[in-house]
């Protein structure tokens, strides 16, 4: 059931976001996620959902942390590679090369934390968000990367 309940919503496609979050040896941590969704216009409010087993989890359930959540455009696949890998930690340099590549991104604040089966549904406030000129977005259809 598993494996063609996957096939199955694979039919959806979405796009690619990048989260981002400072770690305690002030380098970045960063993850890829097609879960995202807006939640609420007022009060601003986005979610997205992380797999329990993520071995980045503890870096980005912390109440009142701050995250970006960055729309990752089609010209950024080998940065979606690198945040879905085990080497996704960097510099402030690669995150801010990150941000200016991408379609545009929020900065959020957890809000709130539910569990979901083998995930956690989590809540942001958007605090502020940037619109970076028109680019192509990175899509996840059928457990692939488009372009």
Known sequence: MKNNLRKCLA?????????TSQTEDNLYEG?????FSSVSLK???VMWCLDKKTKSKK??????KEYKIIFLSAKQKKDCY???????KFDHRY???????????LNCKLYKKFNAGDHIIILHKV?????????????????????
Not at 59 to 64: R, V
Not at 95 to 105: F, T
Not at 128 to 144: E, G, T, V, Y
């Open 31 to 35: 993850i890829t996620v097609n879960s």
């Open 127 to 147: 605090i502020k968000f940037k619109i970076n000129s028109k680019k192509k977005p990175l899509i996840f259809f059928k457990s692939k990367i488009l372009v």
């Open 11 to 19: 039919l959806f496609s979405t796009g690619i976001t990048a989260i």
């Open 43 to 45: 009060p601003p409010i």
């Open 82 to 88: 690198k945040l879905a890998s085990k080497n996704n």
């Open 59 to 64: 870096n980005f359930i912390k109440k009142n």
């Open 95 to 105: 995150e801010v090369n990150l941000l200016k590549k991408s379609m545009g991104y």
